[in-house]
């Protein structure tokens, strides 16, 4: 048996998040050192045909491929002609025995990439799109939660990191790709913060859930038509909206998973959607400058913008995670005059704060 002591394995699986241009970051990092290893699944060969090791479980996928790869071939049943049986622990689904894989060769660090364990957008279920019969889609998908939650008990003095650009999974903390293969420049640190924030600090205010007095009635004057609420962390606002006019979307997917189940009614998404109106509810002010043009871009897409927040450089301050409030002169330069401001008393701060619309 290989051994892969010491090592940092990438584990790429089938997820429609999973991108070319993430598998040429992966294979540029392969390239860059010998202690490092790849590790893909079933169709992901095709992404990366320079990978290590190509694992699928499935004897069918196997006869019905008849994948061309030169690298290492190992599968979890005993009659695949010429491809060997791994001797790792046989995980639920090809991506977990993947990781199981991994972790019994002695890996250090694993990162999971294409790890959705949820349909994507337009239902897809691998970033290849469906497989012809007589091969399956991802029809265990309902059962990949557990047995992920199953083989994290299993997996013991290894770090793993679920860099995955979507995902369902929350058992691994979550990191960025670029920055666990070290070609991060350190811009991307804070929205780390935020994904990876299992433990849902921050995300409602100090002291009372609704430190705001008569937030609800400003939000529903300020929004018209329907509203994409990004950074909506655990739903607390999502109340003051029909359920029916109203998709969140957060960064976070543990406070994603937390909102669905405090509005069951409500949608909640990890990726950009059109609306009438976007809002930003205290969002921004934990966005870094340099990071800031990125978000007014996606913010401009829309017909009607709400940015409520503390306005003032007074309110910055260092700390995890820093704050970053601006004055609202600062975001009228990048959108234009504010059509509207309305006033939301704040007494735990003895101040207010904004909220601002743009039409
Ligand atoms: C202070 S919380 C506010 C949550 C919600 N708006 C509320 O008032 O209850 C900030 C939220 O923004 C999310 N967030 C931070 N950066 C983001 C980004 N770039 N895109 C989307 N959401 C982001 C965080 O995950 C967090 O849930």
Known sequence: MADWSGMTVVCMASGPSLTPADAELVRQWRQAADDRRVVVTNNTYQLAPWADVLYAMDRKWWEVMRPQ????????????????????????????????????????????????????????????????????????????????????????????????????????????????LGQSSGAQAEHCYWRSNIELDHLTPRGKRFPEIG???????????????????????????????????????????????????????????????????????????????????????????????????RWRKPGIPPVFNRERAEYEALLGPVSQVIRVPYPHYSTHLELCVWH
């Open 215 to 313: 937030l609800f009635e400003a939000l529903r004057e300020a929004c018209a038509g329907s509203v994409f609420e990004v950074g909506c962390g655990d739903g607390r606002l999502s109340p003051a909206f029909d359920p029916a006019a109203y998709v969140g979307m957060d960064v976070n997917p543990a406070a994603l998973a937390k909102a669905r189940r405090n509005n069951p009614l409500h949608q909640y998404v990890e990726e950009w959607q059109q609306a009438n109106t976007v809002l930003a509810y205290t969002v921004l002010l934990h966005v870094p400058d340099a990071k800031l043009p990125a978000m007014i871009k996606q913010l401009k897409k829309y017909p009607r913008i709400v940015i409520g927040e503390i306005m003032g450089r």
């Open 69 to 180: 790869f030169t690298g290492e071939r190992l599968t979890a049943v005993h009659d695949v002609p010429g491809v060997p049986c791994s001797s790792s622990p046989k995980g639920g689904n090809s991506g977990s025995g993947a990781v199981l894989l991994a972790a019994h060769r002695g890996a250090a660090k694993i990162i999971m990439l294409g790890y959705d364990c949820q349909v994507g957008a337009g239902g897809a279920r691998h970033w290849h799109g469906d497989h012809k019969k007589p091969l399956g889609n991802a029809v265990s998908l309902p059962k990949f939660y557990g047995q992920f939650r199953a083989d994290a008990r299993r997996i013991t003095g290894v770090e793993v990191v679920n860099c995955s650009r979507a995902t369902a999974l929350d058992m691994y903390p979550l990191g960025i790709l670029e920055d666990e």
